[in-house]
């Protein structure tokens, strides 16, 4: 079965600054790794998705992440914040096979100062 | 995009009475759809996979009586919360996976905030 770990839990960052959310995964194999963003009282967005190809994936909102396989990594990053990036990030991840079940992260915060 | 509509948004309840909660895919057919449980300031919590025309599966621990899972059509799954408590107070979202195209993406509804008083 897969896992996700996202170490940090909150993480504060001022506005116009960059920001890296890390995701490290639990997987056999290569996984499907995906990004989402949750605001407050809200389902999730999807931000991006990496199934195979080019390591570097870009996504909505300005937001890439790069898979690093050595590192079983899936970090998120964004080079200058906004103050609308304030919300709940998931990293989650499935297994490659006919289940479809996605295992979350525990979640980052972030927080934008002015 | 895909777009999935959950409804309602919030819903307020007595103890002993049951919600049903809609989840629709409004732009793509699916077979499979899921359901998750947040509590604040936590993850998602997968209560079951909700497969159009059959049973659902439900993940170890939760109740299936307790929540009933019916997935009618390519573009509907409800979730039913009987008799609830105020223990069943939490913030539930489904998710729909698109089976053609991006078949291996799930799109996530807004959620439901369901608080039992």
């Known amino acids: 079965a897969q896992s996700v770990t996202q170490p940090d839990i909150h993480i504060t960052v001022s506005e116009g600054a960059s920001l890296e959310l890390r995701c490290n995964y639990s997987?056999?194999?290569?996984?499907?790794l995906f990004w989402y963003v949750q605001s407050p009282g809200q389902g999730l967005q999807l931000l991006l998705k990496y199934f195979s190809g080019d390591t570097l994936v870009q996504g909505i909102k300005g937001f890439e992440a790069e898979f690093k396989r050595s590192q079983s990594s899936f970090n998120l990053r964004k080079p200058s914040v906004h103050w609308s990036d304030a919300a709940e990030y998931f990293c989650?991840?499935?297994?490659?096979?006919?289940?479809?079940?996605?295992?979350f992260g525990a979640g980052t915060t972030v927080t934008v100062r002015a | 995009g895909a777009v999935v509509s959950q409804h309602p948004s919030w819903v307020i309840c007595k103890s002993g009475t049951s919600v049903k909660i809609e989840c629709r895919s409004l732009?793509?057919?699916?077979?499979?759809m899921f359901w998750y449980r947040q509590f604040p300031k936590q993850s998602l919590m997968l209560m079951a996979t909700?497969?159009?025309?059959?049973?659902?599966?439900?993940e170890q621990g939760v109740e299936k009586d307790k929540f009933l899972i019916n997935h009618a059509s390519l573009t509907l799954s409800t979730l039913t919360v009987t008799s609830a408590h105020p223990e069943d107070s939490s913030f539930y979202i489904c998710?729909?996976?698109?089976?053609?195209?991006?078949?291996?993406?799930?799109?996530f509804g807004a959620g439901t905030r369901l608080s039992v008083l």
């Open positions: 909700s497969n159009e025309g059959s049973k659902a599966t439900y």
């Open positions: 997987y056999g194999a290569t996984p499907y």
């Open positions: 732009d793509f057919q699916a077979t499979t």
């Open positions: 998710s729909a996976r698109a089976d053609r195209g991006a078949k291996n993406i799930q799109y």
């Open positions: 989650a991840v499935r297994g490659v096979g006919n289940d479809y079940k996605l295992s």
